[in-house]
């Protein structure tokens, strides 16, 4: 179950995208930026949807202050718009959107959207930054796979000191 954080002024839409995403995903919701970026630095969701127009801090400089603290900078952000622009697209993609929507929603394709968002950020902080390799987690899940099942397995695991600094000099 994927924590997902919603930012948007207007109540109504907010209640419909809870209502919507509320049977298979843990929801919080604020109404401006601030509390945004505020709530996503303490509950360090897995994605934030959010308004472009959002009071105080809009969606564009959502993305760059979420981006900017290394707490929430993996988190995936889908910017939403009732009036959409190409230019807006732009600049909400270069600013560090993953996606942007326009409203009124196709829930099917908004479903859509979520999903590969939310899985290409989970495939994401799954890497470890120092070798782009599957990490920590997806080893921990092939060790989990494999205890449950009736396979055979031998497991040898090796930690190497002082690896990083090895791998920044040589790759």
């Known amino acids: ?13 907010l209640d419909e995208i809870e209502q919507h995403l509320s049977s298979e995903h843990q929801i919080e919701r604020v109404s401006n930026g601030e509390d945004a970026i505020e709530v996503a630095s303490k509950s360090q969701p897995d994605l934030i949807i959010a308004e472009v127009s959002l009071d105080g801090v809009d969606g564009f400089g959502l993305c760059q202050a979420i981006h900017h603290n290394p707490k929430t900078s993996s988190v995936a952000i889908i910017l939403t718009t ?32 979520v999903q590969s968002v939310l899985q290409r950020a989970l495939r994401m902080r799954d890497l470890s930054p120092i070798t782009m390799l ?34 920044e000099r040589y790759g």
């Open 1 to 13: 179950m994927a924590k997902i954080l919603l930012a948007d002024a207007d109540q109504e839409t």
């Open 82 to 113: 009732s009036q959409p622009l190409p230019a807006e697209k732009v600049r909400a993609l270069n600013s560090g959107a993953d996606d942007y929507l326009a409203k009124p929603f196709d829930w099917e394709a908004f479903d859509a959207h």
């Open 134 to 167: 599957p990490g920590r987690y997806r080893i921990n899940v092939e060790i989990d796979r494999l205890v449950s099942s009736e396979a055979q397995y031998a497991l040898i695991e090796c930690d190497i000191t002082n690896f990083k600094a090895y791998n």
